[in-house]
């Protein structure tokens, strides 16, 4: 699972500035598509691509309180109990404040190792400033230029001796040990997770004991349906809940992405009596900022009639334009239909994002996709794209060498994905698209 790093400080040091410069993937799958609106909250940062980490940005969670009152919110303390390590953001130019003394002595309480950030320290002198905040004891002390995208480097080089040992050790051997593909089942409290699992599992008593939230170990069942193999992955479904009214308690989204994140393809389980809601577009977004094979489940779909379906069909097509290329299955867990749909449109898309594609046909399929439509002139000359090579699977990753690249607009991005997808057959995956600068 994702270890997790969480951002916690007073209002306006640049807790979201740096959350954007920790986050922001070299080429961001979702920050351009229209339908989809980031989550600022919750990132995965890539900038060190072997080592990836949870990040959370506690300052939008706790709105606009000071100190200990928006530390008391219980969204920033479970982001604190969740996260390995804390990065205690402080604002160079305000010096050091009391509110900061208070929060900084709360999350010592915490026992979580700490990192103080000391942002904004653009122009000032670095001696002087680092002098200031050293006083706090802490693991480490950062300097910080967040607007300016200066110290992240500095600050991952002391978060990841502060994780726990085993924190990327086994991955390499934990995919070898999963038996088939990888699936987590995602979506709000309520929408049938649990039962879904049940369902699929064939029996009704799901032998899991949840040890309080605070375990990194991911909980796992593995079943075989038309001999197929698949794991889950750890999901509130597959956690059994103690007690029913902690449902939309116990709902933690750092889970959901660490799910997401561990899975292969992601089932996202949508109740078809219920508009779908922020939260579900939302966890849809990470799932493709994730770069994870998608499934849209509408769970429920028992006792609703012809023009009941018809509305929720279409209302859905509409606000799920942006993942057109994932696959809809209509199910209702509770009485087990649509559950071979569902399994298969699993294995296709697993297919799709695992499938190997080679140099040749890439380049190939390049040249006629720049025939037909080229990217519009930039101030008259016109960016050149030259050949193509496959970069990764899961998702599939096409990099594409040329010149101008930068000046490459979303839309022709779009435009290139959907190319690439329809001629390989990729349905069910984000396609993500690497422009390399050559000359
Ligand atoms: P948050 O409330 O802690 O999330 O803070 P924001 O990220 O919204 O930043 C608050 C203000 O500080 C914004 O106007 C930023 O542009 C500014 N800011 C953030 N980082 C830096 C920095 O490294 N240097 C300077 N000079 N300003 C910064
Ligand atoms: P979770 O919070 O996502 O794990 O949701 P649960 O599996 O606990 O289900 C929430 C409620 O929805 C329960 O009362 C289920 O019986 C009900 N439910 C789940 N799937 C279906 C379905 O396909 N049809 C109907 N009618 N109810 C369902």
Same mark, same amino acid.
């Given at each position: 699972?994702?270890?997790?790093?969480?951002?916690?400080?007073?209002?306006?040091?640049?807790?979201?500035?740096?959350?954007?410069?920790?986050?922001?993937?070299?080429?961001?799958?979702?920050?351009?598509?229209?339908?989809?609106?980031?989550?600022?909250?919750?990132?995965?940062?890539?900038?060190?691509?072997?080592?990836?980490?949870?990040?959370?940005?506690?300052?939008?969670?706790?709105?606009?309180?000071?100190?200990?009152?928006?530390?008391?919110?219980?969204?920033?303390?479970?982001?604190?109990?969740?996260?390995?390590?804390?990065?205690?953001?402080?604002?160079?130019?305000?010096?050091?404040?009391?509110?900061?003394?208070?929060?900084?002595?709360?999350?010592?309480?915490?026992?979580?190792?700490?990192?103080?950030?000391?942002?904004?320290?653009?122009?000032?002198?670095?001696?002087?400033?680092?002098?200031?905040?050293?006083?706090?004891?802490v693991a480490a002390t950062v300097p910080?230029?967040?607007?300016?995208?200066?110290?992240?480097?500095?600050?991952?080089?002391?978060?990841?001796?502060?994780?726990?040992?085993?924190?990327?050790?086994?991955?390499?051997?934990?995919?070898?040990?999963?038996?088939?593909?990888?699936?987590?089942?995602?979506?709000?409290?309520?929408?049938?997770?649990?039962?879904?699992?049940?369902?699929?599992?064939?029996?009704?008593?799901?032998?899991?004991?949840?040890?309080?939230?605070?375990?990194?170990?991911?909980?796992?069942?593995?079943?075989?349906? #038309?001999?197929? $193999?698949?794991?889950?992955?750890?999901? !509130?479904?597959? @956690? *059994?809940?103690?007690? %029913?009214?902690? /449902?939309?308690?116990?709902?933690?989204?750092?889970?959901?992405?660490?799910?997401?994140?561990?899975?292969?393809?992601?089932?996202?389980?949508?109740?078809?009596?219920?508009?779908?809601?922020?939260?579900?577009?939302?966890?849809?977004?990470?799932?493709?900022?994730?770069?994870?094979?998608?499934?849209?489940?509408?769970?429920?779909?028992?006792?609703? #009639?012809?023009? $009941?379906?018809?509305?929720?069909?279409? !209302?859905?097509? @509409? *606000?799920?334009?942006? %993942?057109?290329? /994932?696959?809809?299955?209509?199910?209702?867990?509770?009485?087990?239909?649509?559950?071979?749909?569902?399994?298969?449109?699993?294995?296709?898309?697993?297919?799709?994002?695992?499938?190997?594609?080679?140099?040749?046909?890439?380049?190939?399929?390049?040249?006629?996709?720049?025939?037909?439509?080229?990217?519009?002139?930039?101030?008259?000359h016109a960016p050149k794209l030259r050949?193509?090579?496959?970069?990764?699977?899961?998702?599939?990753?096409?990099?594409?060498?040329?010149?101008?690249?930068?000046?490459?607009?979303?839309?022709?991005?779009?435009?290139?994905?959907?190319?690439?997808?329809?001629?390989?057959?990729?349905?069910?995956?984000?396609?993500?698209?690497?422009?390399?600068?050559?000359?």
């Open positions: 699972m994702l270890p997790v790093i969480a951002l916690v400080g007073r209002p306006n040091v640049g807790k979201s500035t740096l959350f954007n410069v920790l986050t922001r993937s070299r080429d961001a799958l979702v920050a351009d598509l229209p339908g989809v609106t980031r989550d600022r909250h919750y990132g995965v940062c890539r900038l060190d691509a072997a080592r990836p980490l949870m990040v959370i940005d506690t300052g939008g969670l706790s709105g606009s309180e000071d100190g200990l009152d928006g530390l008391s919110a219980r969204q920033v303390r479970l982001a604190i109990e969740e996260s390995q390590v804390v990065v205690f953001v402080v604002d160079a130019r305000d010096g050091l404040l009391p509110q900061d003394r208070t929060i900084i002595s709360e999350l010592r309480r915490s026992g979580k190792p700490l990192i103080v950030g000391v942002n904004k320290t653009d122009g000032l002198d670095l001696d002087t400033v680092m002098a200031e905040f050293s006083a706090f004891g910080l230029a967040a607007a300016h995208g200066r110290g992240s480097d500095l600050l991952l080089a002391d978060v990841f001796p502060l994780l726990p040992a085993d924190a990327y050790a086994d991955d390499g051997g934990e995919e070898i040990a999963d038996p088939g593909i990888r699936v987590a089942i995602v979506g709000r409290p309520n929408a049938g997770k649990s039962t879904l699992v049940n369902r699929l599992l064939g029996e009704d008593r799901l032998i899991v004991s949840d040890v309080a939230g605070t375990t990194r170990d991911p909980i796992k069942v593995t079943l075989e349906r #038309d001999g197929k $193999q698949f794991t889950l992955i750890d999901t !509130a479904g597959v @956690r *059994r809940r103690s007690k %029913v009214e902690d /449902a939309v308690e116990k709902f933690s989204v750092i889970k959901t992405l660490q799910s997401i994140e561990a899975a292969q393809v992601v089932v996202m389980l949508v109740d078809a009596r219920e508009n779908l809601a922020d939260q579900d577009l939302t966890l849809i977004g990470h799932t493709v900022e994730q770069g994870r094979a998608l499934v849209i489940a509408l769970n429920k779909w028992d006792g609703m #009639d012809a023009y $009941q379906r018809d509305q929720c069909q279409q !209302a859905l097509a @509409r *606000r799920l334009a942006f %993942v057109d290329w /994932a696959k809809i299955v209509f199910i209702s867990a509770l009485h087990g239909s649509g559950m071979r749909e569902l399994m298969r449109a699993v294995v296709q898309a697993h297919a799709a994002a695992t499938k190997e594609l080679n140099t040749s046909e890439l380049t190939r399929a390049l040249e006629k996709a720049y025939e037909s439509y080229q990217p519009p002139l930039v101030r008259g050949f193509a090579h496959p970069g990764g699977l899961n998702p599939p990753t096409i990099v594409l060498h040329g010149t101008r690249t930068k000046h490459i607009a979303p839309s022709y991005r779009r435009y290139l994905e959907n190319f690439f997808r329809a001629r390989f057959k990729l349905q069910g995956t984000p396609v993500r698209i690497d422009f390399r600068e050559s000359d």
